[in-house]
């Protein structure tokens, strides 16, 4: 038996998920831990304001780079991956000062914010820039095979976060304690990301801005295409965090975003790494082979609903009382909240990492119109709300319902386009 799992784990594949798998999951453990103490330490409302300035980040994070950032993965030449890294971060700082003016302005609108955590909300950009950084730096190491400083950099960083977030609860810094505990989070996670590029760096000091501008036109699809669609597949999500503050208020909110992070836990920590590292490997393999990807998705299909069907009957029949016991009985209702949801992520957890799928099929267009349809789906259902005065649990129950419709439709279109076309 020990042969066979050494057999197993020289597989590049197996030990890449093993990897980033570890990485994560003391991410995840280190993440809800975390919140047993600062589900007591920090108020509904004060959790409902910082989670306001990291949905502004996981906003527009996603996009800072353009999208450049993965092609440098699937660049021809490591010189040529270099030009791309360059582009990448210079994009990405070009990004974070446009969207800088918009959310100064935004502040502006909402003071409350402001009032909470003072100066301290503008770390919010700097955590922005970072962020865009980091997920070029993610696909560099990727590129490298550098699984052991990802995974060093999923952990440490969110061990130093979340502890500083503990520390300056205890001290009562209230808002401004959980946003100066994220950006000194994320610099770290920056430092791991860049280690091995120390090595490279004269190979970046040779990027030039014509060669920039030469990788710039060479994946412009990036931009033009792939961009708007992850935009708006993250979008559809975080627009919700917005919505729900405005309709029922910031303490609300911030009982929501309790059950919103533990959901999300299950996708960050299985899904995403099925995603980068098995399914698309195996996917792409098979697809260069035989026209099509079935096999790859019957398997990982398979994987991933073995995973989520309990999820789902667990989160229904107990989450009120798990949230309750583990977070504070002031915390019941973001258990609440999770029955509510629970379908919507079982499904998600199932559908989200096969979208890759589409890329390999070179359907990236099909995405980006289901993406809108989601988006649409959660402006009506905001605008359904606010015209009837819906409680909270209707626009949940209005959410999950369209949401899962149109993941089903999106995983039956990526069936479709999973069947070999060649002889």
């Given at each position: 038996?020990?042969?066979k799992?050494?057999?197993?784990?020289?597989?590049?594949?197996?030990?890449?998920?093993?990897?980033?798998?570890?990485?994560?999951?003391?991410a995840?453990?280190?993440?809800?831990?975390?919140s047993?103490?600062?589900?007591?330490?920090?108020?509904?409302?004060?959790?409902?304001?910082?989670?306001?300035?990291?949905?502004?980040?996981?906003?527009?994070?996603?996009?800072?780079c353009?999208?450049?950032?993965?092609?440098?993965?699937?660049?021809?030449?490591?010189?040529?991956?270099?030009?791309?890294?360059?582009?990448?971060?210079?994009?990405?700082?070009?990004?974070?000062?446009?969207?800088?003016?918009?959310?100064?302005?935004?502040?502006?609108l909402?003071?409350?914010?402001?009032?909470?955590?003072?100066?301290?909300?503008?770390?919010?950009?700097?955590?922005?820039?970072?962020?865009?950084?980091?997920?070029?730096?993610?696909?560099?190491?990727?590129?490298?095979?550098?699984?052991?400083?990802?995974?060093?950099?999923?952990?440490?960083?969110?061990?130093?976060?979340?502890?500083?977030?503990?520390?300056?609860?205890?001290?009562?810094?209230?808002?401004?304690?959980?946003?100066?505990?994220?950006?000194?989070?994320?610099?770290?996670?920056?430092?791991?990301?860049?280690?091995?590029l120390?090595?490279?760096?004269?190979?970046?000091?040779?990027?030039?801005?014509?060669?920039?501008?030469?990788?710039?036109?060479?994946y412009?699809?990036?931009?033009?295409?792939?961009?708007?669609?992850?935009?708006v597949?993250?979008?559809?999500?975080?627009?919700?965090?917005?919505?729900?503050?405005?309709?029922?208020?910031?303490?609300?909110?911030g009982?929501?975003?309790?059950?919103?992070?533990?959901?999300?836990?299950?996708?960050?920590?299985i899904?995403?790494?099925?995603?980068?590292?098995?399914?698309?490997?195996?996917?792409?393999?098979?697809?260069?082979t035989?026209?099509?990807?079935?096999?790859?998705?019957?398997?990982t299909?398979?994987?991933?609903?073995?995973?989520?069907?309990?999820?789902?009957?667990?989160?229904?029949?107990?989450?009120?009382?798990?949230?309750?016991?583990f977070?504070?009985?002031?915390?019941?209702?973001?258990?609440?909240?999770?029955?509510?949801?629970?379908?919507?992520?079982?499904?998600?957890?199932?559908?989200?990492?096969?979208?890759?799928?589409?890329?390999?099929?070179?359907k990236?267009?099909?995405?980006?119109?289901?993406?809108?349809?989601?988006?649409v789906?959660?402006?009506?259902?905001?605008?359904?709300?606010?015209?009837?005065?819906?409680p909270?649990?209707?626009?949940?129950?209005l959410?999950?319902?369209?949401?899962?419709?149109?993941?089903?439709?999106?995983?039956?279109?990526?069936?479709?386009?999973?069947?070999?076309?060649?002889?």
């Amino acid at each position: 038996m020990k042969e066979k799992i050494n057999i197993l784990m020289k597989h590049r594949f197996v030990r890449a998920v093993a990897t980033l798998f570890s990485g994560s999951l003391v991410a995840q453990l280190v993440s809800v831990l975390s919140s047993l103490f600062t589900s007591r330490l920090y108020t509904d409302y004060e959790m409902g304001i910082y989670s306001l300035l990291t949905t502004v980040v996981t906003l527009f994070s996603s996009v800072a780079c353009l999208k450049y950032e993965p092609a440098i993965v699937t660049a021809e030449t490591d010189d040529e991956a270099y030009d791309l890294l360059g582009l990448s971060i210079t994009t990405c700082a070009a990004t974070t000062a446009v969207i800088s003016v918009g959310y100064l302005v935004y502040l502006w609108l909402k003071p409350e914010i402001w009032a909470s955590a003072g100066i301290f909300s503008l770390l919010t950009i700097f955590v922005l820039f970072l962020t865009g950084v980091n997920d070029a730096m993610y696909c560099y190491n990727t590129r490298f095979q550098n699984y052991g400083l990802l995974s060093k950099a999923y952990a440490t960083s969110s061990v130093l976060k979340y502890s500083l977030q503990i520390l300056f609860g205890f001290f009562g810094l209230s808002t401004a304690g959980l946003n100066s505990a994220n950006l000194t989070g994320t610099a770290l996670g920056t430092y791991f990301h860049t280690r091995y590029l120390w090595y490279s760096k004269d190979k970046l000091k040779e990027v030039s801005w014509s060669r920039m501008r030469s990788a710039a036109v060479k994946y412009r699809r990036q931009p033009l295409f792939t961009a708007p669609a992850f935009f708006v597949s993250t979008a559809y999500f975080q627009l919700l965090n917005f919505f729900i503050e405005i309709l029922y208020g910031m303490a609300t909110f911030g009982i929501y975003s309790l059950s919103y992070r533990m959901l999300n836990v299950p996708l960050t920590l299985i899904g995403v790494n099925v995603a980068r590292t098995l399914f698309f490997g195996n996917a792409t393999e098979e697809y260069n082979t035989t026209g099509g990807y079935r096999k790859a998705l019957l398997v990982t299909t398979g994987v991933l609903s073995a995973i989520a069907i309990p999820m789902v009957v667990l989160l229904c029949l107990l989450s009120p009382w798990l949230f309750s016991v583990f977070f504070g009985a002031d915390w019941r209702m973001s258990g609440v909240y999770a029955i509510y949801q629970a379908p919507l992520y079982g499904i998600r957890l199932v559908v989200q990492p096969l979208t890759q799928a589409l890329v390999i099929a070179k359907k990236q267009s099909v995405e980006l119109i289901i993406q809108g349809c989601f988006l649409v789906c959660s402006v009506l259902c905001f605008l359904y709300c606010q015209l009837t005065g819906a409680p909270m649990e209707t626009f949940l129950t209005l959410i999950s319902i369209s949401y899962s419709f149109f993941y089903l439709v999106l995983y039956g279109i990526i069936f479709y386009y999973s069947k070999p076309r060649k002889a």
